[in-house]
């Protein structure tokens, strides 16, 4: 019989590969890997304001990772240029937030747990606030499906065909923030962009079309939650990177099988 | 024939990007139903003003549409599509999301299949439709991106160097869809290096460096000294 931790460490991760998988679909469309990065590095300042001030630590996160993901945005639409952007705001947050966070008293031994994950420690609640973050992921990347692959394809004709692309980014900004705030504690921040990238890019070689390739990354991520745990209890690693390692495979099995159909 | 597509009248325009000045008080109109040019070096501001008239720039100044009767369907054909050329998304995939009628998750309807296969045809791509967009050359990406132009049939088609990356049949191809719209009264405003077709085919033309050069009629304005002039920047607003 499996313990209930793991039960819950599980269903955890699946809720998060989720959402990340067909999120990180439009990612890898879009080619916005480093901006996935940076959202999730923001996340530490998130939590550290979220610890000196008593709220909730998925809140904090939530609203720091929608205010950098806006601000790259908006200074990205006025011109500047987006890699040096992205470098100095994520590693200015994460170190921001590293900085703020060792202010906070009893916080400093807990800190790996937000930048690695904690998975094995979640609870009921978490639970629920994760499925909850993910359903409303899920049903905003369903809910705008077709205007967001549309606007994805080229913004101008997206808006030649009567539709915003600013409000289909925005769309996918909230859908980030949300995907971030949801996955601090199974991966943490230094890992989130990679439950975001490594599901999609292995579904990209074995998918046929883009809905199949949103979906095939969500059974991926899937299927590294439950392979990254089994490697955790096998030979007592780290969850969370367990789970992105197992992504890692993932991502050389479908390269390596693309690579033998070409051939 | 009475022109079916909108006079556009461009006042005062001016963009700035980063601190960059990218166009300064452009001033243009363009006849209802007629081909309109704008030419230039790059950098010129051409693209950004295509972008200005789509809504995406945030500009200065005033952009009008006068349409003869209700607004009609707006086209574009940009130069380059933007996304990761990995997207699993076969030439029928693009075309029938384009069309705004694929319901998320669900195969396009036959008779949206039927059309796209005879969009594909006119435009010599028969048989393609189930090749990877990313997996196209140019100029048969150039030959998808104007049969999503061209239907439904715009009244107003904007078009974005449309043969950078076509052979000359792609080129013949695009000509004759210019002679085909200009008789059924479509306004046309073409961005376009090749200024020997565009002496050719459009009934105006502008020169834009960040500013208006020079305008005038297509056959007669581009003469060797005003191009030589545009293209080497000594004419720079």
């Known amino acids: ?263 | 024939m009475s022109p079916r597509g909108p006079g556009i009248a461009l006042a005062g325009v001016g963009l700035s990007l980063g601190g960059t000045k990218v166009l300064a008080d452009v001033s243009l109109a363009v006849r209802p139903g007629s081909i309109h040019a704008i030419v230039g070096p790059n950098g010129g501001g051409k693209s950004s003003l295509l972008r200005c008239l789509l809504g995406q720039m945030p500009h200065r100044g005033r952009i009008v549409l006068d349409w003869p009767g209700e607004a009609g369907r707006i086209a574009y054909v940009p130069q380059a599509l933007q996304f990761d050329t990995g997207l699993p998304m076969t030439v029928r995939d693009f075309l029938a999301t384009l069309s705004g009628e694929r319901p998320a998750f669900l195969r396009p309807r036959p008779a949206t299949l039927a059309r796209i296969e005879a969009q594909l045809e006119h435009m010599g791509l028969a048989g393609k439709a189930d090749r990877r967009m990313g997996a196209l050359s140019g100029g048969e990406r150039q030959r998808v991106l104007l049969a999503q132009a061209l239907d439904p049939a715009p009244d107003l088609l904007i078009l974005d160097e449309p043969m950078a990356a076509l052979d000359e049949a792609g080129a013949r191809m695009i000509e004759a869809v210019l002679q085909e719209l200009r008789a059924q009264g479509v306004t046309v405003l073409w961005v376009e290096h090749d200024l020997a077709a565009v002496r050719r085919l459009a009934d105006r033309v502008t020169a834009l460096n960040r500013g208006v050069v020079f305008e005038g009629e297509a056959r007669s304005v581009l003469t060797p000294e005003r191009v030589l002039d545009l293209l080497s920047h000594r004419a720079a607003a």
């Open chain 1, 1 to 263: 019989m499996f313990d209930d931790f793991l039960i819950r460490a599980a269903l955890a991760g699946i809720g998060v590969a989720l959402a990340a998988g067909p999120l990180g679909a439009f990612v890898v469309w879009r080619r916005m890997a480093y901006f996935g990065d940076a959202t999730s590095h923001a996340a530490i300042l998130g939590v550290a304001l979220a610890l000196a001030s008593d709220l909730p630590v998925g809140l904090g996160t939530l609203a720091v990772a929608l205010l950098m993901a806006l601000t790259v945005s908006s200074l990205a639409a006025r011109g500047w240029a987006m890699d040096t952007t992205l470098g100095v705001l994520a590693h200015s947050a994460l170190a921001f937030g590293l900085v703020a966070v060792s202010f906070v008293p009893g916080v400093r031994t807990d800190l790996s747990a937000y930048l690695f994950g904690d998975i094995l420690a979640v609870s009921a609640a978490d639970l629920v606030f994760i499925w909850g973050g993910a359903a409303l992921v899920v049903a905003l990347l369903i809910w705008r499906w077709s205007a967001l692959l549309t606007s994805t394809l080229n913004e101008d004709l997206a808006h030649a065909s009567g539709l915003d692309p600013d409000r289909e980014r925005l769309i996918l900004t909230l859908a980030l923030a949300l995907t971030v705030a949801v996955a601090l504690k199974v991966v943490g921040a230094l890992l989130i962009a990679a439950m975001l990238i490594i599901p999609a890019a292995a579904a990209r070689g074995l998918a046929r079309t883009p809905e199949s390739m949103a979906v095939l990354a969500a059974l991926i991520g899937g299927a590294a939650t439950l392979g990254g745990l089994q490697l955790s209890l096998l030979y007592d690693t780290p969850a969370g990177p367990s789970i992105v390692a197992a992504a890692a495979l993932a991502f050389a099995a479908s390269a390596t099988l693309g690579k033998l159909r070409r051939t």
